[in-house]
Nanobody
Framework: VHLVESGGGLVQPGGSLRLSCATS????????MSWYRQAPGKERELVAT?????????????QYADSVKGRFSISRDNTKNTVYLQMNNLKPEDTAVYYC???????????WGQGTQVTVSS
């Protein structure tokens, strides 16, 4: 199983970035996909989650950390096995390494990408 993030970089406050996480080796539709981030000296925190696309009652439901609600949007393309994080109105406190996570809780399966750096600075 591989999860590969891309799209990070340096952006000014108020700017936007779109992160991508391309997956392989798993049945993408059956996994809940999430973005986490970890800033220097801080614990890893959940940014956004999208439920699996397996046709259950929770299909594609989303949740966001309070700090990013209204600014970030998670989406998935099940034809490309890819999850995205659109980040708008970025703030310096959004600076962190962003990690992609694929989880199938019923089977105890949990996979992580290598992370991509996002730096918000003028």
């Amino acid at each position: 199983v591989h999860l590969v993030e891309s799209g990070g970089g340096l952006v000014q406050p108020g700017g936007s970035l779109r992160l991508s996480c391309a997956t392989s080796g798993l049945y993408f539709r059956n996994y809940a996909m999430s973005w986490y981030r970890q800033a220097p000296g801080k614990e890893r925190e959940l940014v956004a989650t999208m439920a699996s696309a397996d046709g259950s009652g929770m299909t594609n439901m989303t949740q966001y950390a309070d700090s990013v609600k209204g600014r970030f949007s998670i989406s998935r393309d099940n034809t490309k096995n890819t999850v995205y994080l659109q980040m708008n109105n970025l703030k310096p406190e959004d600076t962190a390494v962003y990690y992609c996570n694929a989880r199938r809780a019923q089977l105890g399966l949990d996979y992580w990408g290598q992370g991509t750096q996002v730096t918000v600075s003028s």
